[in-house]
């Protein structure tokens, strides 16, 4: 089985994108920070089925360049802070 969460920080790596590299989120005045291994690390949690499709939107995203990159990342990074306070009110 191939290792998708290397193979999308290996891409990184190629394209000169630093995996430390961070998104911040504004949540109700507070800042929450992720880096860009973080995201991957927490989508590789998935179904294999996510994770080929998590790589081949990152993929995508670096056609685009540095804009597609940063967009790619933040839109992740929301969608899991969204989930995750979803699942919070949800308790």
Not at 47 to 64: Q, T
Request: proline share 0%; aromatic share 8%.
């Amino acid at each position: 089985m191939i290792n998708v969460a290397n193979d999308c920080k290996r891409l990184l790596l190629e394209h000169n994108i630093n995996t430390d590299s961070n998104i911040d989120f504004d949540v109700n005045g507070k800042v929450h920070s992720m880096s860009f291994e973080d995201i991957i690390d927490i989508y590789m949690q998935a179904s294999d089925e996510s994770k080929l499709v998590f790589f081949s939107a990152l993929e995508k995203s670096i056609i685009l360049g540095e804009v597609g990159i940063e967009n790619f990342f933040e839109g992740m990074g929301q969608l899991l802070l969204m989930t995750h306070l979803s699942e919070k009110f949800e308790s």
